[in-house]
């Protein structure tokens, strides 16, 4: 349960993530399809522009709030008094209860790392300032565990079936899916879902994160600053991805499809329970 003594008012502006268009098929014919939506929505804190973000816009109050929360912008959820959508304006305004916006503003803003999130990610310097504060604990994984995760993952990706274009992100305990996002960028479903553990006071050190992107040192510092200790993807893993990983004690298994998957970091924390029979 959250321990937190206020949460912010959220406007409720989701847009509808596909689109009707009409394509040509291989045989010269029409077809009728459905495309991803991609919008700008500007970040203001307190009628200050933070950053533009393109996004799919089904979760654009929980995806502020979670940018807010992992680039370590606000540090406290009772900081902020309310978080309003205009989609006419394409801004979200995000007001404080002070009405102060960040503390030491220009010092947090200062430094800015474009990273290789979809559409552009920014990590900012108070980001990387916080993020050796502590190492994540080490926590066991059953294999069959992650046969069972992916399994369930299967169902999801409604989005992704309909109109291709958008990467999956999920939070997860044991084999159940506590929360899935899909948007245009895998760093915008990644603080969706922050946002909304910061809303409802939900801890990362007993759970698992997945994604269908690849694991770059954003992917990483994201989930190490949720708590969780877990990343798991059916996509590929950078360098700069593992060291990091190595670093803050992220288990770290990539190219999971199926019965397949390979561990870049934590097998230590692997208990292989289910494995698979060997082709002859």
Not at 113 to 129: I, P, R
């Amino acid at each position: 349960m959250s321990d937190q003594k206020q949460k912010p008012n959220l406007s409720q502006a989701g847009l509808t993530p596909t689109h009707a268009v009409s394509a040509t098929d291989q045989y010269g014919e029409p077809r009728a399809v459905r495309v991803a939506g991609e919008s700008p929505l500007t970040l203001k804190v307190d009628d200050r522009e933070v950053v533009t973000l393109m996004t799919l816009g089904t979760h654009p109050e929980l995806l502020a709030l979670g940018y807010l929360r992992n680039q370590r912008l606000l540090d406290n959820l009772d900081e902020i008094k309310s978080i309003t959508v205009d989609w006419q304006r394409e801004v979200a305004d995000v007001c404080t209860n002070s009405g102060g916006g960040i503390s030491n503003w220009q010092e947090k803003l200062a430094n800015r790392t474009v990273t290789t999130g979809c559409g552009q990610g920014t990590v900012f310097s108070c980001t990387l300032d916080k993020l050796y504060a502590e190492r994540l604990a080490q926590k066991p994984i059953k294999q069959s565990l992650i046969y069972a995760l992916l399994a369930n993952i299967s169902k999801h990706n409604e989005i992704y079936k309909q109109a291709g274009g958008v990467h999956g992100c999920a939070l997860c305990e044991g084999d159940k899916i506590l929360n899935f996002v899909e948007d245009v960028g895998r760093h915008n479903a990644a603080d969706a879902i922050s946002g909304a553990m910061w809303m409802e006071g939900t801890h990362g050190a007993n759970k698992i994160f997945y994604t269908t992107g690849r694991l770059t040192s954003e992917m990483v510092m994201k989930v190490a600053l949720m708590g969780i200790p877990v990343l798991l993807s059916r996509s590929g893993v950078t360098q700069m991805g593992l060291d990091l990983a190595r670093d803050l004690g992220v288990s770290m298994i990539a190219r999971a499809k199926g019965k397949a998957f390979l561990i870049y970091n934590g097998v230590e924390n692997m208990v292989f329970d289910q494995p698979p029979t060997k082709p002859s």
